[in-house]
C-alpha cells in the first residue's frame, strides 16, 4: 500500500523543481495524494479495517496542512496544484 519508487520518481520530476527535489510541498502533496487513493481503495473492500482509517485520516490531515501552507504562500500555486491533483478546494 505504498507508492512505489518509479512512481515517487515520476511525482518528483513532475511537480518538483529538480528531479531529486523530494521536500518541496508540492511533491509532498502529490505523494500523500497518491498514498491517499490507494487506501481509499482499500477500504472500499475492508470497512472494518480501524488501523487504516486512522493512518488514511492521519495522511489526509497532513496533506491538508501542506495545502493551506500552499495557499498562504502562492495561491496561484495551490490553484494550479489543485486543479492539477483534481483535489477540491475546502481549505480555509
Known amino acids: 500500500m505504498t507508492v512505489s519508487k518509479e ?3 515520476e511525482l518528483t520530476a513532475e511537480f518538483g523543481a529538480t528531479p531529486q527535489d523530494t521536500g518541496n510541498p508540492r511533491v509532498q502533496v502529490a505523494i500523500l495524494t497518491e498514498r491517499i487513493r490507494e487506501l481509499t481503495e482499500h477500504m472500499k473492500s475492508h470497512q472494518k479495517d480501524f488501523h487504516t482509517r486512522r493512518g488514511l485520516l492521519m495522511l489526509v ?23 492539477k491533483l483534481g483535489i477540491r478546494d475546502n481549505i480555509q
Not at 61 to 78: A, P, Q, V
Open 61 to 83: 490531515g497532513r496533506r491538508r496542512r501542506l495545502l493551506s501552507y500552499i495557499k498562504k504562500n502562492d495561491i496561484l500555486e495551490y490553484r494550479e496544484l489543485i486543479a
Open 7 to 9: 512512481r515517487k520518481a
